[in-house]
């Protein structure tokens, strides 16, 4: 299966700033998804992040809060803007399993805490 | 709207006994359904999957269970080990959505040794 790699896995952020996360994939993948899960909760999906066009977004999430790239077919990053308390939470990227239509392999993920 | 939820938060078991994850998903539509673990500080780790089409399938010390007829999966554990004290997630994919996965909100397994 694919090996995710994801930095930074924590950061503390001051309110009101953005943190940008990366997700590196050890080999090509047509679509890649970012994931939130808040203390104690489970996952929602954010956004599906696709190659060559626009990520796609899930009801709740907007791209001026949440932009995406997608430059090429291992890498994303997701950018968290103006960051408040109530976006403290993990993200978390996801991609297709190689070789599977479906099951999802997922980074570590990065937790993030805003004071 | 959709929706899939599990039946208990945590569940206590004495290392060596069998364990038994429920979950309830209200999308009768759907193609696909994954067993996920997530150990503290780390990404939900794929388990297993079964298809719609499917009654059971079977891995290692683990057996999923599918019952369309009341939208029931369960989760089996044989022999549970310290080593698998995690949440448990289960997650819907619906049909013709080859991306969208729907997670349960868990279930926390505590194996006592």
């Known amino acids: 299966s694919a090996v995710i790699s994801q930095k930074p896995s924590r950061d503390i952020c001051q309110r009101g700033t953005s943190l940008t996360i990366q997700c590196q994939v050890d080999?090509?993948?047509?679509?890649m998804f970012w994931y939130r899960q808040q203390p104690g909760q489970s996952l929602t999906l954010i956004a599906t992040?696709?190659?060559?066009?626009?990520?796609?977004?899930e009801s709740g999430f907007v791209i001026d809060k949440f932009p995406i790239s997608r430059p090429n077919l291992t890498f994303s990053t997701l950018t968290v803007s103006n960051l408040s308390p109530e976006d403290s939470s993990i993200y978390l990227c996801?991609?297709?399993?190689?070789?599977?239509?479906?099951?999802?392999?997922f980074g570590s993920g990065t937790r993030l805490t805003v004071v | 709207g959709e929706s899939v939820g599990l039946h208990l938060p945590t569940l206590s078991v004495q290392e060596g006994d069998n364990s038994i994850i429920n979950c309830a998903y209200s999308?009768?539509?759907?193609?696909?359904f994954i067993w996920y673990k997530q150990e503290s500080g780390k990404g939900p780790q794929f388990i297993i999957d079964?298809?719609?089409?499917?009654d059971k399938r079977q891995g290692q010390r683990v057996t999923v269970l599918l019952n369309k007829t009341v939208k029931h999966l369960s989760l089996q554990i044989a022999a549970t080990q310290p080593g698998d004290s995690a949440v448990y997630f289960c997650?819907?994919?619906?049909?013709?959505?080859?991306?969208?996965?729907?997670f349960g909100q868990g279930t926390t397994l505590q194996v006592k040794p």
């Open positions: 996801s991609v297709d399993r190689t070789g599977r239509a479906f099951g999802y392999t």
């Open positions: 080999s090509q993948v047509t679509m």
């Open positions: 992040a696709n190659q060559g066009s626009e990520a796609t977004y």
């Open positions: 999308n009768s539509a759907s193609d696909y």
């Open positions: 079964i298809r719609s089409n499917m």
């Open positions: 997650a819907e994919i619906p049909s013709g959505n080859t991306g969208k996965l729907i």
